[in-house]
Structures are given as structure tokens and as C-alpha cells.
């Protein structure tokens, strides 16, 4: 299996169910779920492809640890951190086996050929060139920059070193989004005139002063929908 084709499998799992649980439940407990979905081991593949996590994120466990868990053809390796105490509780109740000391660390580390960015909206770029740098595979977390600028920047980085670098931006790869498409594309609901579009958010996933709302990023990370 291709990276881009792990990477876009990973992108797609387990969404829903936590969009569910932010109307139902607490904050906190949404957090508590969220950092618990379900770690299963299965039997990995010889060669089977090392991911290191670049912060341990709340959507981490959803966006790729327990995909990842799932997959013959990848391991959720090893976790950096701003604080190395809070690293090392990701990486026990996500069964990672590696803690490392600081982000540089995962990108020297060479037996890692893929690195999860789930950082603060506003260092994506910059962990993201020194990534690719590294010679990682990147799969960054929404927004995958603040502008245009910086994403030609990192796709020009990408494309002349041969890496994948993707965004986790699960709709492109949700069943039910294709779906979608292929109902358009095929005229099966005849032809589509207007398109009526509401995003809400659940007070429950975010305090006041969330990094995501900071910068601009509002319009970035949720807009995008």
C-alpha cells in the first residue's frame, strides 16, 4: 500500500461518532472520549511504515493513532511534545511506544519515514518545511497554512523532494462525501440547482480564547467545510 493511500485511509476514519457526542455529552467528557477511542493492536507488516506525532492533539487519537492501530501497514511510533509529561501520558493511553525529549527529535529520528502535524494552527508552517526538510512524508492537521503563500511555499518543497504532503482534511476521503460526488457526477438526482450550506460548532469542543479562532484561523480551519 502507498503512502498517500495510508495516509488518506487514516484521514477518513472516525469522525462522526465525536460530532455526535459534542451535542450529547460534556465538554470534558467529549475530551476524555476523544483521547480514549479505541487503541487495537493488530499483527504489523515486516516493513510496515513509522509515524511520528508532532504534538499530542486531542484529534489525535480520532485522526490517526487508532487508524493507525487498525493498519497492518503502520505504527503510531513515537510522540513529542511542548510538555514531556503530557507526551508520555498520549503515548501510554494510545499504546506509543517511543517519548521523545523535544519535535526535533522525531524528525532525526531516520527510521520514521512519516510525520503527523497536529500543533497549534499557527506553527504548521514552519514544522511542516522542516519536515520535509527531514525527509519525513507530512500529514498536517487543518489549516495546512495561514495563506496562499506559505501553501505554495510548502508544495514547492514537497514536489522538488519527491515526499507527500497532505492535509487532514477528512471530507475528501469520507464514504459518504464520494458518495455525494458520485451522485452528482452521475445526474442520478438530476440536475443540482442549489446548494444550501450550515456550519455549526459545538460550544463543548472549544473554551474562549481556542488557538483556532486566533489568527484568522477561524475562517481556515472551519470554513473549509
Not at 482534511?169 to 438530476?190: D, Q, T
Request: with cysteine; net charge positive; glycine share 6%.
Amino acid at each position: 500500500m502507498k503512502v498517500k493511500e495510508i495516509i488518506g485511509i487514516s484521514v477518513g476514519a472516525g469522525v462522526a461518532v465525536i460530532l455526535l457526542a459534542g451535542v450529547i455529552f460534556s465538554r470534558n467528557t467529549v475530551r476524555r472520549a476523544i483521547r480514549h477511542i479505541s487503541i487495537d493492536s493488530v499483527a504489523k507488516l515486516p516493513d510496515a511504515r513509522k509515524i511520528g506525532l508532532l504534538g499530542a492533539a486531542r484529534i489525535a487519537p480520532a485522526a490517526i493513532t487508532s487508524p493507525a492501530s487498525k493498519m497492518k501497514e503502520v505504527i503510531a511510533y513515537g510522540v513529542a511534545a511542548r510538555d514531556k509529561k503530557k507526551a508520555a501520558k498520549f503515548a501510554k493511553d494510545n499504546k506509543i511506544g517511543v517519548v521523545y525529549d523535544k519535535y526535533e527529535d522525531v524528525l532525526a529520528d531516520q527510521s520514521i519515514s512519516i510525520v503527523y502535524i497536529g500543533l497549534v494552527n499557527s506553527h504548521h508552517y514552519d514544522w511542516i518545511i522542516k519536515s520535509l526538510k527531514a525527509g519525513k512524508h507530512v500529514l498536517c492537521e487543518k489549516p495546512i497554512t495561514a495563506n496562499s503563500e506559505e501553501a505554495r511555499t510548502i508544495k514547492e518543497i514537497a514536489d522538488q523532494s519527491g515526499l507527500l504532503l497532505m492535509e487532514a482534511f477528512h471530507y475528501k476521503h469520507h464514504p459518504a462525501f464520494i458518495r455525494i460526488l458520485e451522485l452528482l457526477k452521475s445526474g442520478e438526482i438530476g440536475t443540482v440547482r442549489q446548494i444550501i450550506v450550515k456550519l455549526y460548532v459545538p460550544w463543548l469542543f472549544y473554551g474562549q480564547n481556542d488557538p483556532r479562532f486566533m489568527y484568522g484561523f477561524l475562517i481556515l480551519n472551519f470554513c473549509a467545510y
